[in-house]
């Protein structure tokens, strides 16, 4: 049997730290009210000069050099982003220029905030199916540029940043197993509507709308039942569980999910005070956190998850 295992993983934010206090000066909102509704204290913004692929690559050289791997060893690269530097090429094709890989197969994937968990479970059927040895899986967003910052129900919420994995081959565990969903139909509830036609956007706004009650409703569901099918799969119980590393987008969310594991909050990887939602970034930065400060440690038993537009969700149960 052939495992995909994280061998090593970055994460990069951006220098610009904006707390709660500054957005009380744009839009007609609290501090009090994010941290209690949210849990975010700050969130990263990127400097107008940065990009998507700028935010990749610090990521991605850091999970290189934690896996001791080399650009030109890598045979595949995905990359999840809702927030591309342009309509075309994808991100992963102007990351791989930049690391100076040649000839490894790179593309997006478009998950919104599960988009590292989708990224992740594609690199996983590559790897399992023998079609690739080493992957570079990355979660980059600048979500600050699809923003509203007159909109007080969306422009809080959010942060840039971006996280990494590389994953290899290994005949030990290994990525256990991996569960993605969509159900289209709720398209509305979270999206970017704007098209580009002849170099303008029409048929709605270039800005994030959300209806966040009903999102929140559903997000409390997916992810329920996610974590379910995760553990049911690999017949675990929630106790084998070593550590959650949750979607970053909302407190409220992420004790919720951490309850019906039964799971106390001291093994829940938690960054949303400090990073707001990241999107596509959440997961991978929040594993590396906990990576690089000694929480998680090799053999233990992790369960990520995540959820976004489209609605998508997904979640990944492996050792570490
Ligand atoms: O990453 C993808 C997944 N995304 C999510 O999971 C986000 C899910 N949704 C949420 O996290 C929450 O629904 C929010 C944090 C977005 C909102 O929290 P809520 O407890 O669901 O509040 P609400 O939408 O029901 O709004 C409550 C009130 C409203 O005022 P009224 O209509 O009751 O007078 C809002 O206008 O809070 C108001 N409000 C704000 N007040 C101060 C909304 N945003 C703000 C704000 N500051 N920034």
Same mark, same amino acid.
């Given at each position: ?98 690391? /100076? ?13 599960? /988009? ?82 002849? /170099? ?75 990073? /707001? ?44």
């Amino acid at each position: 049997m052939i495992y995909a295992r994280i061998a090593g993983t970055g994460s990069y934010l951006p220098a610009r730290v904006v707390p709660n206090s500054e957005l009380e000066q744009r839009v007609d909102t609290s501090d009090q009210w994010i941290i209690e509704r949210t849990g975010i204290k700050q969130r990263h913004l990127a400097a107008p000069d940065e990009t998507t692929c700028d935010l990749a690559e610090h990521a991605a050289r850091q999970a290189l050099a934690a896996a001791n791997c080399q650009p030109e060893d890598l045979d595949l690269i995905i990359l999840g982003t809702t927030t591309p530097d342009r309509i075309y090429p994808s991100t992963a094709c102007l990351l791989q220029a930049r690391l /100076g890989n040649h000839g490894a197969p790179a593309f997006d994937v478009q998950a919104v905030c599960s /988009g590292f968990i989708y990224a992740l479970s594609i690199a996983t059927q590559f790897i399992q199916a023998g079609t690739a040895k080493k992957v570079l899986v990355v979660g980059a967003e600048i979500y600050s540029r699809i923003l509203n910052w007159q909109d007080r129900n969306t422009c809080v919420l959010f942060g840039d940043g971006a996280g990494a994995v590389v994953l290899e081959a290994s005949d030990t565990p290994g990525i256990l197993s991996t569960h993605i969903h969509a159900e289209g139909q709720h398209n509305n509830l979270l999206s970017t509507p704007g098209t580009v036609d002849q /170099g303008q956007i029409r048929n709605g706004a270039g800005f994030t709308e959300m209806q966040g009650s009903e999102v929140f409703k559903f997000a409390v569901n997916a992810l329920s039942s996610v974590v379910d099918e995760a553990l049911q799969h690999n017949q675990l119980q929630p106790s084998d569980i070593d550590w959650l590393i949750p979607h970053q987008a909302n407190i409220r969310i992420i004790k919720a999910t951490a309850k019906k594991l039964k799971l106390p909050m001291d093994q829940v990887i938690v960054t949303v005070p400090e990073h /707001g939602n990241t999107s596509a970034a959440s997961v991978p930065l929040a594993l590396d956190v906990g990576v690089r400060d000694g929480r998680i440690q090799r053999g233990q038993t992790l369960l990520l998850e995540a959820i976004g537009g489209g609605f998508t969700w997904g979640a990944v149960l492996l050792k570490y």
